[in-house]
């Protein structure tokens, strides 16, 4: 059996961009049996950009399941943000998981926003200065936070969703000099400590699609700025090798954003 996941991140909704992914949007129960949102869902993190967001990617006849990224921070009006996404039908995930029954089996899916921190060899330790050792335990946490919550899931699928990338994989392209900023090896520690299929992340516009973890997790970069489109679809399934989780070609199947 089979479980269609959709996924996009990083659309940076307001009200001058309002409208522009619905009608793709209204087709997904034809290709996809949940919709993930890899943060950045708005351009400063307000209230009033959470409710374009609530406009555009509420009731869908699919659910809809989201992180928040840094730009949804901003304003500092996260609590805001997440109550009208919520009261939209849109789950916001930070540190936990829910269980989806699909058509194809129970969909685990466990998110967090993560943060940055660096990959193995060129990573920031918990070291020094407070200023440095609090921004690696933020990394560290979000990444306990992410494990420990794909560990509780029972479910037959299993799938991570970030805004920070878990691998250096998906962030080239990006500079160098940045990469501690778009992710850590952390999230992709926590992502190989249980049996994910898939994990998807948003946050590095000018990174690349497909990655994969130490532990052989396949990764996804779905900023909308990667995909060029309203979401991929990525197909899991107890009959498909996780070698071969990766998004399904074809105008039924990828929805262009114009």
Not at 136 to 150: H, K, M, P, Q, Y
């Amino acid at each position: 059996m089979v479980i269609r996941i959709a996924a996009v991140g990083d659309v940076h909704l307001d009200e001058d961009v309002v409208g522009r992914f619905r009608p793709a949007l209204e087709e997904l129960p034809e290709c996809a049996d949940v919709l993930l949102l890899a943060g950045d869902l708005t351009r400063h993190g307000t209230e009033a950009e959470a409710r374009c967001v609530a406009q555009e990617f509420g009731g869908l006849a699919v659910p809809v399941v989201t992180v928040l990224g840094n730009h949804d921070h901003q304003c500092d009006q996260v609590p805001q943000v997440v109550k009208v996404l919520e009261d939209a039908g849109i789950t916001v995930l930070e540190g936990d998981g829910v269980v989806l029954d699909c058509a194809g089996g129970r969909l685990g899916i466990a998110g967090v926003k993560g943060f940055g921190g660096g990959f193995a060899g060129r990573c920031a330790s918990d070291f020094g200065e407070p200023e440095m050792k609090a921004f690696v335990r933020t990394t560290n946490e979000s990444a306990d936070r992410l494990g420990a919550a794909l560990r509780s899931l029972d479910c037959d699928m299993l799938v991570a969703l970030t805004h920070y990338s878990p691998v250096p994989d998906t962030l080239v392209g990006e500079p160098l000099e940045i990469y501690p900023f778009l992710g850590s090896y952390q999230l992709g520690q926590a992502i190989d400590s249980a049996p994910t299929a898939l994990a998807v992340h948003g946050h590095a516009h000018a990174g690349t699609e497909r990655g994969t973890t130490p532990g052989g997790v396949r990764v996804r970069n779905v900023a909308h700025p990667v995909i060029k489109q309203a979401y991929s679809v990525f197909h899991v399934g107890d009959q498909l090798d996780t070698d071969q989780v990766s998004p399904i070609g074809g105008s039924g199947s990828q929805r262009s954003w114009s």
